[in-house]
């Protein structure tokens, strides 16, 4: 363990944050941390639209400063404990919304993991059954916040060669077509491993799907240094249990981290403009503007709509489609 100088400030990532406490990385060591009161009083966001503002009251015990993934400055302290001064300007980050909006502040999300380079959407071939409106909404969060998706299927061993297979080939296809990478595994089988290692080497990512999908399967066949606890799946639900409630950034061994989000049974879109929602869908991103009514339209049910036009004649899937319109109802 390296000795820390007191004396100065340093640099390091966030890499796990629970009870107040934050661990932060910093040249091998990781220091164990609290907020200086100066981070709670006052705390800058931008918010995904870009412009810049401050929110008022971050007491509210679901507001937290700072996010996994965060570059701050510390202060070290004799007992090897810390202090977090400053959360340096972020690259980009995921929110979702607080789950008890505070109607006074001008904005309420939560930073779920803060410069990411991908976002990795985890969903199982079968037990549980993939979502694919879910799916939708992530890749949704991930577009309004100008991060890359890689989608990931695991326990592919549960369909191959049966019947089921070929329904979720023509589901995935619906991705591979707007161009999101998709990498097909199985731990079990020990398929597409070296697929989702060239995926992960040397980039933060961000893994969401619910537990019991695989992720600790894959990624302890990946990293067998990371050691992540496999848990049962409920045979007749196909819900896997919760056994974690914190995130936690994890290096890798062959270079890179992983970002596990526990447990995530949804994923809000909350604070996105619903009228940039058609741009979060790449396939609808050449027909914006193109309507009768420019960019006014809403690609409803308004006449000569060319994103509509574009379902009729097949080049944007219906199932995206209606995706998207279930999107902008919940805006
Ligand atoms: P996590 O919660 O996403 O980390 O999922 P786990 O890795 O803990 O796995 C959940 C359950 O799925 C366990 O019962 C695993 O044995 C099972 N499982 C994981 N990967 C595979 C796979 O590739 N094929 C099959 N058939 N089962 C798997």
């Known amino acids: 363990m390296q000795t820390q100088n007191t004396n100065m400030n340093n640099i390091g990532v966030v890499t796990k944050k629970l009870l107040g406490h934050y661990d932060v990385h910093h040249a091998n060591t990781i220091t164990t941390?609290?907020?200086?009161?100066k981070l709670w009083k006052s705390f800058e966001v931008t918010n995904p639209n870009g412009d810049s503002h401050r929110v008022i009251a971050v007491h509210e015990k679901h507001m937290d400063p700072v996010?996994?993934?965060?570059?701050?400055t510390f202060r070290p302290v004799e007992d090897g404990t810390g202090m977090i001064l400053d959360v340096l300007p972020r690259r980009n980050y995921l929110a979702r919304g607080s789950a008890k909006p505070n109607p006074r502040a001008y904005s309420f999300e939560q930073v779920i993991a803060?410069?990411?380079?991908?976002?990795?959407?985890?969903?199982?071939?079968?037990?549980?059954?993939?979502?694919?409106?879910?799916?939708?909404?992530?890749l949704v969060a991930a577009e309004a916040h100008r991060i890359s998706s890689t989608i990931l299927i695991t326990k592919y061993d549960l369909v191959k060669g049966r019947k089921g297979e070929d329904e979720l080939l023509s589901d995935i296809n619906r991705y591979k077509e707007i161009g999101y990478p998709v990498i097909l595994t199985s731990a079990k089988a020990k398929m597409g491993l070296d697929d989702l290692r060239n995926a992960l080497i040397?980039?933060?990512?961000?893994?969401?799907?619910?537990?019991?999908?695989?992720?600790?399967?894959?990624?302890n066949i990946l990293d067998p240094?990371?050691?992540?606890?496999?848990?049962?799946?409920n045979a007749s639900t196909g819900k896997g249990r919760h056994t974690t409630s914190h995130l936690e950034m994890f290096p890798l061994a062959m270079g890179g981290n992983i970002i596990d989000t526990p447990g995530t049974r949804e994923f809000g879109i909350w604070g996105l403009d619903p009228n940039n929602l058609a741009d979060c869908f790449p396939e609808m991103r050449p027909f914006i503007g193109k309507c009768k009514f420019g960019l006014s339209c809403q690609h409803d049910e308004e006449p000569g709509c060319a994103v509509r036009k574009a379902v009729m004649n097949g080049t944007i899937s219906p199932f995206r489609y209606k995706s998207y319109l279930r999107m902008r109802m919940d805006l």
């Open 67 to 72: 996010a996994i993934g965060d570059r701050v």
């Open 225 to 233: 240094s990371l050691d992540l606890k496999v848990q049962s799946v």
């Open 114 to 138: 803060a410069n990411l380079d991908q976002i990795i959407p985890v969903f199982a071939a079968a037990n549980p059954r993939p979502k694919w409106h879910m799916l939708d909404r992530i």
């Open 202 to 219: 040397n980039r933060t990512s961000l893994l969401v799907g619910k537990s019991g999908v695989g992720k600790s399967s894959l990624l």
């Open 33 to 37: 941390c609290v907020l200086s009161a």
